[in-house]
């Protein structure tokens, strides 16, 4: 089966820009969570989505904002970019069963703000 | 609020010489406790995850291990290829909305010199 995908692989935007990051979930699975993660730190956690609907967000600003699509695939939109806002934005997705829920990660996209 | 702290940042070992690497964590109401590795530049690895302090597993040269109040990541004879920053999340739910997301540490970067 196919993993979580993401597109674009690197993005390089100035400041002030929007942008806007893509996501498909691994088939069966209905929630989406994004992340953001700067260099030498973990991930930190912006967003989760199920069922099309958030179920939670992080601690980020209202310049973030998400949706997810009927066939659960999910966008990430960033409005007036910071230079702070240079990071690799990640994706993962999962399927809950029962108390149990594991998250599986796409490969990201690099994000550059100049 | 919620806490992973993993030691040591960094570690260098020549290949065979087998180590621990820690995670600690503060958390309210654990749901579960997360390994992944991470290879540079890609999107975190699922490894492991523990539940219950005295759960242990294992997966080929990694065995996992989980207190009340840490785990530890057992790595036998390592190998180069085992090269790679070794993540650490605890899981929490989100009492409004009921998402499921990952607190992660800022990971033990592993270097296997042959």
């Known amino acids: 089966d196919a993993g979580v995908t993401q597109s674009p692989t690197h993005l390089i935007k100035t400041r002030g820009q929007h942008v806007t990051l893509r996501c498909s979930p691994i088939s069966g699975h209905k929630s989406v969570s994004w992340y953001q993660q700067v260099l030498g730190q973990g991930p930190q956690f912006i967003f989760q989505?199920?069922?099309?609907?958030?179920?939670g967000r992080g601690n980020f600003p209202d310049r973030f904002s998400a949706r997810q699509f009927p066939n659960y695939s999910s966008e990430l939109n960033v409005n007036a970019l910071l230079l702070g806002d240079s990071a690799l934005y990640l994706c993962?997705?999962?399927?809950?069963?029962?108390?149990?829920?594991?998250?599986?990660f796409g490969p990201g996209t690099r994000l550059l703000v100049l | 609020e919620d806490q992973v702290t993993q030691s040591p940042e960094a570690l260098r070992l020549q290949e065979g010489e087998s180590s621990s690497l820690n995670c600690s964590y503060t958390v309210s109401g654990l749901r579960g406790l997360f390994w992944y590795r991470q290879d540079p530049g890609k999107g975190p690895e699922f490894l492991f995850t523990?539940?219950?302090a005295g759960e242990e597993k294992e997966k080929e040269r990694l065995k996992a291990t989980l207190t009340k109040k840490e785990s530890f990541l057992h790595i036998t004879a390592p190998k180069p290829e085992d090269s790679a920053t070794y993540l650490c999340a605890v899981g929490f739910r989100y009492s409004g909305g009921g998402a499921d997301g990952l607190t992660f540490g800022k990971g033990t970067h592993l270097i296997i010199q042959p």
């Open positions: 989505y199920y069922e099309k609907e958030e179920r």
């Open positions: 993962a997705s999962s399927r809950r069963q029962g108390s149990q829920e594991t998250q599986y």
């Open positions: 523990l539940y219950s």
